[in-house]
């Protein structure tokens, strides 16, 4: 089966510092997605992205983070000045667009533990 | 968004039957049932999804009965790597802007 690709599996960062993760969606899908998780607690939504645009954001999507895809083949989830309460496992995830109203499946990474010191 | 309640955990052993239900009031019209699962330090991963009736893959079924106010997810003779989190979401693709909303989820846990 395909797979999403992210690194850094694991992520330490001082308060205050800036982070990128980086994640290599599948190569023919167009939908792309950030999702974070803290321990213990549900997956949470971040952000979607289509045709080089945010199509939808949560209200934890603030102006600290950001994201882009650089070329044609990365996504990258930017955090400009990060928080002890960023630390959390970030997932991304890409899906094929929908052939009707019904979700395509979305893949999910292997995620990056982010922790915040 | 349709809002989305479900068991927060479950027991079974090896070998049973599981299902889960989930209870979904105010579906809209044009929404999906999708259910996904996730084991510890892992990504979800899409297991099955369904409009109406019955939908049936190699690792589960899905049921929804007409009102489609709720569902049931089907996983037959479960095993050990069973064990995970299973989530149940509602919504509609581009009436959400892929905006995919998980809920507290299932953990379900299956003893030997």
């Known amino acids: 089966e395909p797979e999403v690709t992210q690194t850094p599996s694991h992520q330490v960062t001082q308060m205050g510092q800036e982070v990128i993760l980086r994640c290599v969606p599948i190569?023919?899908?167009?939908?792309f997605y950030w999702y974070r998780q803290i321990l213990g607690q549900k997956v949470e939504f971040l952000v979607s992205?289509?045709?080089?645009?945010?199509?939808?954001k949560s209200e934890i999507f603030d102006d600290q983070f950001s994201v882009e895809r650089p070329d044609g083949s990365n996504f990258t989830l930017k955090i400009r000045s990060t928080k002890l309460e960023d630390s959390a496992m970030y997932f991304c995830?890409?899906?094929?667009?929908?052939?009707?109203?019904?979700?395509?499946?979305?893949?999910f990474g292997s995620g990056t533990q982010l922790s915040v010191l | 968004l349709a809002k989305t309640t479900q068991p927060i955990s479950m027991d079974s052993y090896e070998g049973q039957e599981v299902n889960i239900t989930c209870s979904h009031n105010?579906?809209?019209?044009?929404?999906?049932i999708t259910w996904y699962q996730q084991f510890p330090s892992q990504g979800p991963r899409f297991i099955i999804q369904?409009?109406?009736t019955k939908v049936t893959n190699e690792v589960a079924s899905l049921f929804i009965p007409a009102d489609r106010k709720s569902s049931t997810l089907s996983l037959p003779r479960v095993s050990l790597s069973d064990t995970a989190v299973y989530y149940c979401?509602?919504?509609?693709?581009?009436?959400?802007?892929?905006?995919?909303?998980f809920g507290q989820g299932t953990e379900l846990s299956v003893k030997p």
């Open positions: 995830a890409s899906s094929a667009p929908p052939s009707g109203q019904g979700w395509e499946k979305l893949f």
């Open positions: 190569s023919n899908h167009l939908y």
């Open positions: 992205f289509y045709n080089n645009e945010i199509s939808e």
């Open positions: 105010n579906i809209a019209t044009n929404d999906y």
């Open positions: 369904g409009y109406k």
């Open positions: 979401l509602v919504g509609a693709f581009y009436n959400q802007g892929g905006k995919l909303i």
